[in-house]
């Protein structure tokens, strides 16, 4: 699927949320423009999922019109963030892990910790473990 939508494409958009799976591309084009204040005829793809989360909608512009491609999986579903309603641009490397089913949201990380090192004198050393 994704050597359909890959030439040509700069940068992918992920709809996060629920987007009502009966909007055809007009309604799409409006969601990009007026909640997302995005240009859908930059060179970029536009993914939406509804609410059962086996389907998805891939909107983009070709350069002579926009093309709605929509993929439904048999079993399974996609691993959707949920958290907000806005679009967030996700590299091509989480794109093909969400079209597998992965997630692409770490919902803990692993924070870095920050550590000092401290040298003690021999004296000083003796003396904290005293």
């Known amino acids: 699927m994704l050597e359909r939508i890959t030439p040509g494409i700069d940068k992918f ?3 996060y949320g629920r987007t009502d799976m009966r909007m055809g591309i007009n309604g799409l ?3 990009i423009q ?3 204040k995005l240009n859908p005829y930059e060179r970029s793809a536009f993914l939406f999922c509804g609410i059962l989360r086996n389907r998805i ?3 983009l512009w070709d ?3 926009f093309l709605l491609m929509y993929k439904r999986v048999e079993k399974g579903t996609f691993k959707w963030p949920r958290s907000s309603s806005e679009a967030k641009e996700i590299t091509l490397q989480q794109l093909e892990l969400l079209l597998k ?3 692409i949201e770490i919902k803990n990380p692993i924070e870095k910790v920050n550590l000092r090192c401290v040298t003690l004198s021999d004296a000083e050393l003796d003396e904290l473990l005293a």
């Open 63 to 65: 350069g002579d019109g």
């Open 13 to 15: 958009y992920i709809a």
């Open 57 to 59: 909608k891939i909107l």
């Open 101 to 103: 089913g992965a997630e």
């Open 29 to 31: 084009i409006n969601k």
């Open 34 to 36: 007026s909640e997302f």
